[in-house]
Each structure stands twice: as structure tokens, then as C-alpha cells.
């Protein structure tokens, strides 16, 4: 399987499930199906609210010597309401129990926002914290002493914008190895590509097949949708495979890590065989002109009215 190679040797493989959405109830079976399937690499965050369900698909897994804790990438994420330095590690713990795990491999800061402890979602002003006040560079030396700890193996950030990326690299003692961010061909973002391409840190896509069951707050009336686009669909065509194959497909020729989303063992099958498809230079030309600079996730959940936060802020695009 195509693998990310990390500063010192360990192989992420570049294709893993998603579990953003996955309801607790389905996301048991997705998981033991996945690893069956051939998965090695789930991408888990506290927030998605099923890591204990993932935990218990993963103990069965190994116990029943499908495969092993080694064989395995398991990804998860800190939540905004633990940024603070001392809340880090309890937060990592509280993710290692429920995936019945004693390390991760890569353990990300989910946004670059922060929330007051008590809070889950921001509803008002009072609920936030500035940056001013909880800088990012504080809650990522806390990451760098899990790391430090054995915690994880890896560390690095997710939905953090160029210049986010760069004062970790200037101010931080490690750099982030990762930056986890939506990516698709309508979001192509090529100048984080190759700034982090510079800088050597890894991307993951997320919403690579464009989320369409995402919660309806995050939709917007009429958007496009990514696996119904004319041009994905005749290139699947001209394969002779499917439109998310072309999507997954695409990612992985660009050397990003993508973890399309199912709980359904039919495309789960279909995503992982994506790894094998081979785009031509046509293809990917087509594929360039479809770039909208179109967020699904667009972020704009932090800027509740009076909110220190801003859409435009958030993503360095004022
Ligand atoms: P399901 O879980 O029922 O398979 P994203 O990864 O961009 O968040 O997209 C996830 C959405 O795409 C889910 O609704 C998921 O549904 C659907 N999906 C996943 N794989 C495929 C596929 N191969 N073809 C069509 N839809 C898919």
C-alpha cells in the first residue's frame, strides 16, 4: 500500500477511513469491516463522539490476530476546550482510553481556536478564548511533551492556515509533521501544497469526496456536489471506475493522505482500491481547471456574532 514516510521512518498509509460522521452504532462494524478490508489507518478526534465504539472494533481486531498495534496508523485529535497547557495531556488520555490504546501515532490540534473547558460548541462570545490569551505555541509545547512521553508517535496540527504553519516552524522546538485540512478538486489549495512540501510537513484531505452528509447547519442551499461534477464523472467513465475512485485517486497521486469517510462495506472496499488507479496528465489537467477555492467546511461555526474569531482570520484570507 502507498505510504507517507515520516523524518524518522515510520510509513503512514496514505489511504485511511475517515470516522467524521460515523454514528456510534455503525461505526463498530465499519471499523472491523475496514481492517478486514485491508485498512491500516483510521483517522479518529474526540469530537466525532464514536472513539469508544473504534476503541472496542480495534481491541476485538487485535485480539482475534487480524492485525496488530503495529500494523496499524491510528490518527485522533485534540479538542478546542483542552488547549489549555495543563489540559492536554488529560485530554489525550481520556482519547487513549476510549480507543483502548496506549499510544497513538499521530495526535493533531483539531483547530486553531480555543474554547473555554466547559464548553463543547460555541454559542456565544463569553465561550471562546482568544488566541491573544491562550496562544497556539503554548497548547503545541504541551503536544510536543506527549510526544516526549510516548504518548504518540507523531504530532502535528489541522484546519491551520500558511501562516499558523509557519510561526510553529519558526517559534516551536518541533515543527508540526503534519497539517490535516480539506482538500478536493475544488479546494486545491496548491500554495499550502508547496509551502508544505518547503517546510516537509505531511497533508491529510479531508472531505475528500465533498461530506455531502455532513450536519445540515454546515450545508449551504445549491452547493455543488463534488461526486456529480461532469468532469469527475467522465474521467470514471473513461476508467471504467467510480467517481469517489477518481477523487481518492487524485489525492493520492498528489502524495497527500486521504481518509474518505463510509460506513459502508461495499465503498469501503471501493475507496481503498482507489490507491491503485492511475490518473493520466490529461486527467489531472481537467481535474486543475475544477479549482473554486469551494470550502465545504468553511469554518464559520467560531465566528458567532462578537466572536474573536473570524472566517477570513481563520483561514489567512482577508
Ligand atoms: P457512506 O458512509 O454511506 O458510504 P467525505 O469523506 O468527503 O466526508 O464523504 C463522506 C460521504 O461520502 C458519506 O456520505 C459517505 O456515505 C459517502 N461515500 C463514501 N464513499 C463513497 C463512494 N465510494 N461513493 C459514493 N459515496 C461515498
Known sequence: MNTLKFENGDLMPIIGLGTWKSEPG????????????????????????????????????????MVSREQMWITSKLWSNSHNPA????????TLADLQLDYLDLYLI??????????????????????VDLPLLKTWTAM????????????GVSNFNISRLQ????????????????????LQQPGM?????????????????????????????????????????DIAGRHGITPAQVLIGWAVQRETAVIPKSV????????????????TSEDLREIEKLDRH?????????????????????????
Open 87 to 94: 489540559d492536554v495531556e488529560p485530554a489525550l488520555m481520556n
Open 110 to 131: 483539531h483547530w486553531p481556536v480555543a474554547l473555554k473547558k466547559s464548553v463543547v460548541f460555541p454559542e456565544s462570545p463569553q465561550d471562546m478564548i482568544a488566541l
Open 144 to 155: 510536543e511533551a506527549q510526544l516526549d512521553k510516548g504518548l504518540c508517535r507523531h504530532i
Open 167 to 186: 510561526a510553529l516552524c519558526n517559534d516551536a522546538r518541533l515543527k508540526p509533521e503534519m497539517n490535516q485540512i480539506e482538500l478536493h478538486p475544488y
Open 193 to 233: 501544497l508547496d509551502f508544505c512540501r518547503s517546510q516537509e510537513i505531511h497533508l491529510t484531505a479531508y472531505s475528500p469526496l465533498g461530506s455531502q452528509d455532513r450536519p445540515p447547519g454546515l450545508k449551504t442551499a445549491n452547493e455543488p456536489v463534488l461526486l456529480e461534477e461532469p468532469v469527475i464523472t
Open 26 to 65: 455503525a461505526v463498530y462494524n465499519a471499523v472491523k469491516e475496514a481492517i478486514r478490508l485491508g485498512y491500516r489507518h483510521i483517522d479518529c478526534a474526540f469530537i466525532y463522539g464514536n472513539e469508544a465504539e473504534i476503541g472496542r472494533a480495534l481491541k476485538e481486531s487485535f485480539e482475534k490476530g
Open 264 to 279: 459502508n462495506p461495499g465503498r469501503m472496499k471501493e475507496n481503498l482500491a482507489a490507491a491503485g488507479i492511475s490518473l
Open 294 to 318: 469551494r470550502r465545504y467546511v468553511s469554518g464559520d461555526f467560531w465566528a458567532v456574532e462578537g466572536s474573536p474569531y473570524t472566517v477570513a482570520d481563520l483561514w489567512g484570507e482577508k
